[in-house]
C-alpha cells in the first residue's frame, strides 16, 4: 500500500522562527490533507491542498503532485502553534497518514 | 455549522467487554469514516460509510464493526475488548468518498483495563 513520511519527526524552535515541514508518498494520491492535533486529539483541518500553493495567515503549504511530495510552511511561530502535525494522503477511499511531526515551540 | 460530533468523548472499560461509539458527521456530509489512533501503530484506517454501506475496510480483526444510519449518523462496535484496543478513535466526515476532504470530530479515547 502507499507509505506516507514525514520528516523530520521532532523540531524545536524559539518563538519568531521559520520551519518546513515535510510529506513524501510512495506513490500517486488523490489529494493531500495537512493537520494539527490538538492537546485534546481533534485533528484541525489547515489545508486541503491536492496540488499547487495555498496560504493562511502565516502557514502556507505546497504540493507537488507530480513529484509526490507536500509541504508545510510555518513562519513567525508561536507558542500557540505547537502540537504534532499530520500529513494524509487520500487513495482508495481512505486517508493514509504520516506518522507526524512533533513541533514545540519555545517561548 | 455543527462540526463532527463525537460521543462518549472518554471511555473505561474492562477486557471482554463489548464497546459502542458514536459520530453525527456535519449536515449533508454522506461518508463517515472510522480511525484508531495508537501511539505504536499511528492513525489507522478503520472502516468507511456511505448511504449506509460500508465502502472499504481496514485491516482490524472481525470484533471492529459499524454500521451507518439513513440520517448519516455512525456507530462503531467493539466486542471482546482487548487491552490493545485502548487507542484514541476518530471519526471523519466528507461530502464525498472518504479520500476527499475530511473534517474530524474530537475523538472518543478508550481505555480498556
Known amino acids: 500500500g502507499i507509505q506516507v513520511e514525514q520528516s523530520p519527526p521532532d523540531l524545536i524552535l524559539q518563538e519568531g522562527a521559520n520551519s518546513t515541514l515535510r510529506c513524501n508518498f510512495s506513490?500517486?494520491?488523490?489529494?493531500l490533507q495537512w493537520f494539527h492535533q490538538n492537546p485534546w486529539g481533534q485533528l484541525i483541518n489547515l489545508f486541503y491542498i491536492p496540488s499547487g500553493t495555498k496560504q493562511n495567515g502565516r502557514l502556507s503549504a505546497t504540493t507537488v503532485a507530480t513529484e509526490r511530495y507536500s509541504l508545510l510552511y510555518i513562519s513567525s511561530s508561536q507558542t500557540t502553534d505547537s502540537g504534532v502535525y499530520f500529513c494524509a494522503g487520500g487513495a482508495t477511499n481512505k486517508l493514509i497518514f504520516g506518522t507526524g511531526t512533533l513541533l514545540a515551540v519555545q517561548p | 455549522k455543527a462540526g463532527v460530533t463525537q460521543t462518549p468523548r472518554y471511555l473505561i472499560k474492562t477486557r471482554g467487554q463489548q464497546v459502542t461509539l458514536s459520530c453525527s458527521p456535519i449536515?449533508?456530509?454522506?461518508?463517515v469514516s472510522w480511525y484508531q489512533q495508537t501511539p505504536g501503530q499511528g492513525l489507522q484506517f478503520l472502516f468507511e460509510?456511505?448511504?449506509?454501506?460500508?465502502?472499504n475496510k481496514g485491516n482490524f480483526p472481525g470484533r471492529f464493526s459499524g454500521r451507518q444510519f439513513s440520517n448519516s449518523r455512525s456507530e462503531m462496535n467493539v466486542s471482546t475488548l482487548e487491552l490493545g484496543d485502548s487507542a484514541l478513535y476518530l471519526c471523519a466526515s466528507s461530502v464525498g468518498p472518504a479520500d476527499t476532504e475530511a473534517f474530524f470530530g474530537q475523538g472518543t479515547r478508550l481505555t480498556v483495563v
Open positions: 460509510y456511505f448511504s449506509e454501506t460500508q465502502r
Open positions: 506513490d500517486s494520491v488523490n489529494n
Open positions: 449536515s449533508g456530509h454522506r461518508s
